[in-house]
């Protein structure tokens, strides 16, 4: 397994356009985290799911953004009319509660977003 | 609220020398989980450490070690006798509850460690 892969690594966007980025787990983790991470900040969770349901939104996570994971694999996060706030490095996450990992999560190398 | 508190943001050290990483937290739960994670500058979080509110012994790995003291919520990482790769930023985090295994993090802010040669 080669772990979680982001793509694209990076975005150049203007403002007002739409952007989606793509997200693929480790294969047997049930759960996928997306995180967003501005410069010198820690991540800020955003949402996650397990398999296809998507359990959890942060307020972080406006109207303007949307998640899914069809079928329980690769995840996808929309962003609507893009702004210049949403310039950030997003992260994605795996983990899996099934076997109670010891290591948590993994995460991907992640996508930074330029909202120009 | 859950909350993680690095109140170091930059540390910068000459290698060799022993540094310590300061984590606080605050959470009413009374199982967590809490982690460290460093950054490079490739931008990947690299898992360091993951320890139980269970458990308070402190745990050592190589260069590496770690104080949990749940007394004073604080969850302390110290590397010994530095070296130029260990330069990152480094992240403690928080998991609200030890029952949902893998469970979403609260990070603190990261302290940026820098190891001159």
């Known amino acids: 397994d080669t772990g979680v892969s982001q793509d694209p690594r990076h975005k150049i966007t203007k403002r007002g356009q739409n952007v989606t980025f793509r997200c693929d787990p480790i294969?047997?983790?049930?759960?996928l985290y997306w995180y967003r991470q501005t410069l010198g900040q820690g991540p800020e969770f955003l949402t996650y799911?397990?398999?296809?349901?998507?359990?959890?939104k942060s307020r972080l996570l406006s109207d303007r953004f949307s998640a899914e994971r069809p079928k329980g694999s690769f995840s996808t996060l929309e962003i609507q009319r893009t702004e210049q706030g949403d310039s950030a490095m997003y992260l994605c996450?795996?983990?899996?509660?099934?076997?109670?990992?010891?290591?948590?999560?993994?995460f991907g190398s992640g996508t930074r977003l330029t909202v120009v | 609220a859950q909350k993680v508190t690095q109140a170091q943001t930059e540390i910068s050290v000459v290698e060799k020398e022993d540094v310590t990483l300061d984590c606080v937290y605050e959470?009413?739960?009374?199982?967590?989980?809490l982690f460290w994670y460093k950054q490079p500058p490739s931008g990947e979080l690299v898992f360091l450490i993951r320890?139980?509110?269970?458990?308070?012994q402190n745990e050592i790995s190589g260069r590496y070690s770690w104080n949990f003291q749940k007394s004073t919520s604080s969850f302390n990482f110290t590397i010994t006798a530095s070296q130029v790769v260990d330069s990152a930023v480094y992240f403690c985090?928080?998991?609200?509850?030890?029952?949902?295994?893998?469970?979403?993090?609260?990070f603190g802010q990261g302290t940026e460690l820098s190891v001159k040669p």
């Open positions: 996450a795996s983990s899996n509660t099934n076997e109670g990992s010891l290591y948590g999560y993994t």
């Open positions: 294969s047997e983790h049930n759960r």
């Open positions: 799911f397990q398999n296809e349901a998507q359990l959890e």
């Open positions: 959470t009413r739960d009374t199982t967590y989980y």
């Open positions: 320890r139980n509110s269970f458990d308070e």
């Open positions: 985090a928080l998991s609200p509850t030890i029952y949902n295994q893998g469970g979403k993090l609260i």
